[in-house]
């Protein structure tokens, strides 16, 4: 059966015109699915752009995030560094002053403790936890020290020095060198105050005084001992004269003796019971003990130290003779110094400088006497 159109047979136009009524809502719904599907596309592709825009922010944001993020691990890694680099470096300056045999105190302007190393530890025995904080004068004894003097050198900003600060007497006397620096920061009232031992210093510096004083007077002494050596000598040849004189066994005494009616043996038997012999045996013997003196005294002096074979038990006893002369002008008369003199009889000879011997045994015997 074939399908038979409603409006054949009808006119043209109007065919068209229903054709036309029939078709216009179509081609109207058609229209406007059109647009409504441009219009969802261009939404569509909208929204596309925007959730790549967004995409594309929130990418550069992550970004920003990831950097900031990087920077700031780096900032930490870096500070975390800094403050190791730091520890160490404070570690470091610790030991060095730790270590250092110096004491070093540190203290603010009020005069409390702020700093205190091993050395002042082990001066006091007082740790750097107890010391910390305390006044200084209440941990450490500091002669030559006081409060306005820490407080000019901060003022000032100049070091106070003391040098060889005494502490005790004689043979305990101790000596220090006491320096205060005071702290060049802008919002530091502080100082360190560095103490030195410097006894050995100054006992070496005594010494050396001492030796040069003992030099001169060595000198001096080989001087005097020159000019003494002459006036003995006339002496001792004079006292030996006037024995001879004296004597009744040379035949010119007693030929004059005769000639002038004088009895030699009266006048020597005069003598000896007026003990003038003794007298005059005594002025020799005490003359021959000086110029043995003033021989060891001149023999000590000598610059030269040529070596030769040397009597050891002879050069002692030079020695002991020479220092026991040298130690009687300081011992008081009360003071009574006895030698025991041991020597084996079959003591070798040596070979040395005689010289340099005697100038080492003396100054020992000297120091065993004063003491």
Do not use: C
């Not at 010119?252 to 043996?265: R, V």
Request: no cysteine; glycine share 4%.
């Amino acid at each position: 059966m074939m399908l038979q159109l409603p409006f054949v047979g009808l006119p043209l136009y109007f065919t068209l015109i229903i054709i036309f009524l029939i078709l216009a809502p179509i081609i109207a719904i058609s229209l406007h699915l059109l647009r409504y599907k441009q219009a969802l596309k261009a939404k569509e592709q909208a929204l596309d752009e925007h959730y790549e825009q967004k995409n594309k922010e929130v990418s550069e944001r992550k970004g920003k995030l990831y950097n900031m993020y990087n920077r700031l691990f780096e900032e930490i890694a870096k500070h975390e560094i800094t403050e190791e680099l730091l520890k160490e470096t404070q570690d470091y300056l610790q030991s060095i002053i730790n270590s250092m045999p110096s004491i070093l105190i540190g203290v603010n302007k009020s005069g409390d403790i702020t700093h205190w190393n091993t050395a002042a530890q082990a001066e006091t025995q007082i740790s750097h936890n107890e010391a910390l904080g305390k006044p200084l004068f209440n941990m450490i004894d500091i002669q030559g020290i006081n409060l306005s003097v820490i407080q000019s050198a901060i003022d000032k900003k100049a070091p106070q020095r003391r040098e060889a600060v005494q502490n005790g007497h004689g043979s305990h006397a101790r000596y220090k060198d006491i320096t205060i620096y005071p702290l060049h920061t802008l919002d530091s009232d502080s100082a360190v105050i560095r103490i030195d031992d410097v006894t050995s210093r100054i006992r070496l510096e005594n010494m050396i005084i001492q030796n040069e004083k003992m030099g001169s007077l060595g000198e001096l002494a080989a001087g005097v001992a020159h000019e003494i050596n002459n006036p003995l000598s006339t002496m001792l040849q004079s006292i030996q004269n006037i024995q001879r004189r004296l004597s009744d066994a040379l035949p010119e005494n007693t030929a004059l003796a005769k000639d002038m009616g004088i009895d030699l043996q009266v006048i020597n038997n005069y003598l000896e019971k007026r003990k003038i012999t003794s007298f005059i045996e005594e002025v020799k013997e005490a003359g021959e003990r000086a110029a043995k003196i003033v021989t060891n005294m001149l023999e000590f002096s000598r610059s030269h130290t040529n070596w030769d074979t040397i009597n050891l038990v002879e050069l002692l006893n030079r020695s002991i003779d020479l220092s026991l002369s040298a130690t009687s002008a300081l011992k008081s008369s009360e003071m009574d110094i006895s030698i025991l003199r041991d020597f084996p009889d079959d003591t070798p000879l040596i070979y040395g400088s005689a010289v340099e011997l005697q100038q080492v045994r003396i100054p020992l015997k000297m120091i065993t006497a004063n003491d």
